[in-house]
């Protein structure tokens, strides 16, 4: 389990691909990985990824044909920063919120303001997200934990304050850009519940 705080960026150094799966080789920090081992779980860009071989600095994930179809990976280039998240220890502050790793799909940005210190962001979603994207709800970008500030059939907007902007790659985005997006763990469970006893929710 994450919370969606980004730990640090880590730099894309080396791609494997094949048809419809990748191998990603990262650079991260001596600190990140210090206690991080082969077998334990990252989030690299809001996707929970297994260690799969591992140096003081750099670290190798593989990424199966489902996670490559539902998300960015299959875009990435060399030196592209991704944001990077281990997974929570049991002793960890909570200070985010939920957030499985399992990225739903993606999302596109549309728009981009000032607002004051703020930077303001909206990105279009797919219809299928309806109900589980709500006006003050949680939404993860690419592993960061938002409050998603309005949303509506199909966008939503979030803020970031100087912090996020400047320690994860959202700053960077471009209109047209996709993200990683997890809705909410809670909206979809009681989404699911409410389809299945009658409620009328797009497929």
Known sequence: MFT?????????????????????????????????????????????LTCVQKSSSQFTVDIMPE?????????????????LEPAMGHSDRFEGHIVSGHSDGLAQLAARQKDENAILLTFSYPSKFQGEIINQGSITINGISLTVVTCDNNKFTVSLIPHTAKHTNLEKLKIGDSVNIETDILAKYIKAQLKLFGGKFND
């Open 67 to 83: 996670t490559y179809k539902r998300t960015t990976f299959k875009d990435l280039k060399i030196n592209d920063a991704v944001n």
């Open 4 to 48: 969606g705080l980004i730990k640090e960026q880590g730099k894309i150094v080396k791609i494997i691909k094949s048809s419809h799966s990748i191998k990603l080789t990262i650079q991260a920090s001596k600190n990140l990985l210090e206690t991080y081992k082969i077998g334990d779980s990252m989030a690299v860009n809001g996707v929970c």
